[in-house]
């Protein structure tokens, strides 16, 4: 049995919901069917938010049924292979599907079994994550609950979901050790696997004397491999020595490595690195025309953020259409991101640059600098853009 829809979207996350309301609200729209498993969407940008305490996690929930666009279609299922010679997929319950167009927005996996010892520590004995719904809470707990030691954060080896969030639940822990009287019996350190604590220069040198005046150390280089939760201890790979090291935690915040799905990376659609291979302007994939990807699971070489979705998504409509409309697809993405990235409970530095790292500030202001007016923007001001305008495709 096999059904036959004029764009397929794979993936009802944020770029899939964002680019099926944009095509729908088109002139003429196309006959769009969105492919998700899922019947919750999640708000995870505020994940930070909830591991600190400030919210809690039910506000970043909703039913994803209420997301999906009028007049289009919702297979809840996923996908077990692509087919694109034949312009056809095939889901995991066997259902074959063809589509004229296809989008892939299947968003990044999370891979918590690479590093050995963390699913059966997760959510315990000070082990904590704030990048599941499963598992933020207890980043709060952990917080709450510190009474002195070692405190680790870490970032893997691997792209990952906003990469500014492993240190912003970092600045926020910090915080809340000083609220809390422990902060003189603390030791904060940054475990990246990266050799720096941001790549545009000019937040890199504001991040920096965050944590130098916060008395934050630093181990670049250092990627978790492994939690021995009996002896709480996180086992890293210097990875310019090539060896092993070994840290004692009271707590330790784990973000876990990450990459394509493997329905993605194991099909035709990937690029050597697995990611779905698309032109970095235009968003259409290299080899088949009439595919097109955007979001985490693409091969974009920009940070994996929603704020770089909201940018992707009216680009990669307009090209579908133009191409659908026998037009040549002349949009084109820069590279555009943005991250928020919270210091303090109160304070944020926003962050929004190009593919060449270059600043493109919206305000008429020095964005390197913390303050409030930013926090309240990522608190309260973008999530209502998101819930409100970009997934119902009006920004």
Known sequence: MSKKFEVVIVGGGTAGLSVAARLRNAPNPPEVAIIEPSDKHYYQPLWTLVGAGVFPREITEREEADYIPAGATWIRDAVASFDPEQNA????????????????????????????????????????????YATVESTWETIRGFKGGKALFTFPATPIKCAGAPQKIMYLAEHAFRRQGVRA???????????????????????????????????????????????????????????????????????????????????????????????????QHVRYKNVFSLGDCSSLPCSKTG????????????????????????????????????????????????YDGEPTETFDFNQAEERYSMYALKAYALPKIYWHGMLRGRM
């Open 185 to 283: 019996d603390s030791e904060l350190v940054y475990c990246c696997a990266g050799p720096r604590i941001f790549g545009v220069a000019k937040y890199r040198d504001a991040l920096e004397k965050v944590v130098a005046d916060r008395d934050i150390k630093t181990a670049f280089r250092h990627n978790l491999e492994a939690i021995r939760a009996d002896k709480k201890q996180a086992v890293f790979r210097d990875l310019d020595k090539d060896e092993q090291v070994v840290m004692d935690y009271e707590m330790i915040h784990v973000t876990p490595p990450q990459g394509a799905p493997a329905f993605i990376a194991q099909s035709k659609l990937a690029s050597e690195a697995g990611w779905v291979e698309v032109d970095k302007h235009s968003l």
């Open 307 to 354: 704020a770089a979705i909201r940018k992707q998504s009216p680009v990669m409509v307009q090209n579908l259409l133009a191409v659908r409309a026998h037009k040549a697809a002349n949009a084109s993405y820069d590279g555009y991101a943005s991250c928020p990235l919270i210091t303090g409970y109160g304070t944020c530095i926003l962050a929004e640059f190009n």
């Open 89 to 132: 997929l095939t889901t995991k319950k066997g259902e074959v599907i063809q589509y004229d167009y296809l989008v892939v927005a299947a968003g990044i996996q999370l891979n918590w079994d690479k590093i050995d010892g963390l699913k059966e520590a997760l959510g315990k004995n000070g082990v904590c994550s704030n990048y599941s």
